[in-house]
């Protein structure tokens, strides 16, 4: 059984192996001999030792009451024999996908070189879904069947309910640095939800096209008229924060203090929304019955520009306890969440940014089209 899994996974961070066990589990309980295959990172067609997933092998060993095994051979005659010899209900895991010449070029000789180590094909990495790379499209033309993993047909019931047919009030909540890279989410989430509330640095941008002073805040000058176009357009469902935590600069949080939107001043930047705001996304959250979240508040990373972000996780977890379904659309937003340890206390947390965003744009993701099976 040949599976695509997502372990392209920061050092320590060990959440989409976790999220990958239920598959693995499910097949190797089962006797399958269950050949895993991920990249990791941007090792550029070549082997490289920092991206090698040795040391993923191991965590996942840990993790796992079922054997484990590793090879780094690039030789597919090897690969074909280890995995004859494995023995039923055990796993192998080969070496970085990224490390073969012709991954993400999606090359045909590889993807068939590929479908040589399974007779049959799952996909469990939805992170990786918006790429028709070899390992994730390409082999679905050579092995049949080809189908969705669990936490595959998690990511994909839970979003694709959210954006076709979401219980009401459904709150969108976008966030992050720049608007450009969050337009097309915009763009096609306005006309389903009933709000959405937008943080972070990209909402200088609107305030920019409402004439207000930004100060030192990060703006993108050719996408005023577009954020002015939406506010136009979305009428009282966008909704902007009303205050802004500003300081003189990122490296000088002692500085920071909250003023009104329309008085940020001229020498200083806006690095999270303001207290108010925090008060009020709560309260929109509170009473949503679906909650789709993509996007820090501020810099999350940094005290005390993290407290609006804080306060967008606390608040969804305390819907989700109310039964509210409640969505984290992966990137900085699941790493804000797990960082504040309420992961738990979400309906789903998803393990794909980009894919993630793709899919919330409406967008085909290649890895699932592929497929002969997606659900039940």
């Not at 990224?98 to 590929?114: I, T």
């Not at 669990?150 to 219980?167: I, K, N, Q, V």
């Not at 940014?353 to 085909?364: D, I, N, P, T």
């Amino acid at each position: 059984m040949l599976v695509r899994v997502d372990f392209n996974v920061p050092e320590g961070d060990d959440t989409r192996i976790r999220a990958a066990l239920p598959t693995i589990t499910y097949l190797v309980e089962r006797g399958a001999k269950v050949v895993l295959m991920s990249h990791l990172g941007r090792p550029k067609g070549a082997p490289d030792a920092k991206y090698s997933l040795r040391p993923i092998a191991a965590r996942l060993a840990a993790l796992t009451t079922h054997p484990v095994s590793f090879t780094e051979s690039a030789d597919f005659d090897a690969l074909v024999a280890a995995t004859e010899a494995l023995a039923p209900g055990s796993i192998l895991l080969i070496e970085n996908t990224r490390f073969w010449p012709g991954e993400e070029q999606n090359d045909d000789g590889l993807a068939r070189s590929l479908a040589r180590l399974g007779d049959c094909y799952v996909n469990d990495a939805f992170g990786a879904a918006h790429r028709a790379h070899a390992s994730t499209e390409g082999v679905t033309r050579h092995l049949r069947p080809s189908v969705a993993g669990l936490l595959m047909e998690t990511e994909l019931a839970y979003l694709g309910r959210a954006l076709a047919a979401p219980a009401r009030p459904f709150v969108a909540i976008l966030g992050g640095s720049k608007i450009s890279g969050k337009i097309d989410v915009v763009e096609a989430l306005l006309p389903k939800v009933d709000a959405m509330l937008i943080g972070g640095a990209m909402a200088c941008t609107f305030f920019r096209a409402m004439g207000l002073e930004v100060g030192r805040s990060l703006v993108e000058p050719d996408r005023v008229e577009m954020a002015r176009d939406l506010l136009e357009r979305a009428g009282t469902r966008i909704i902007l924060p009303h205050d802004a935590l500003v300081a003189r600069g990122m490296d000088a949080p002692e500085t920071a203090h909250a003023v009104k939107r329309d008085a940020i001043p001229s020498d200083e930047a806006m690095y999270d929304i303001g207290p108010d705001t925090a008060r009020s996304f709560a309260r929109a959250i509170a009473s949503a019955k679906t909650v789709l979240w993509n996007g820090p508040m501020g810099v999350f990373e940094t005290p005390p520009f993290d407290a609006g972000t804080l306060a967008v996780a606390h608040a969804m977890a305390e819907a989700t306890g109310r039964g509210a379904t409640t969505i984290v659309g992966g990137g900085d937003s699941a790493a804000a969440v797990a960082r504040a340890g309420l992961g738990a206390r979400m309906s789903h947390v998803s393990t794909g940014g980009g894919a993630s965003l793709e899919f919330l744009e409406g967008k085909v993701l290649p890895g699932v089209a592929a497929l002969d099976v997606v659900g039940a």
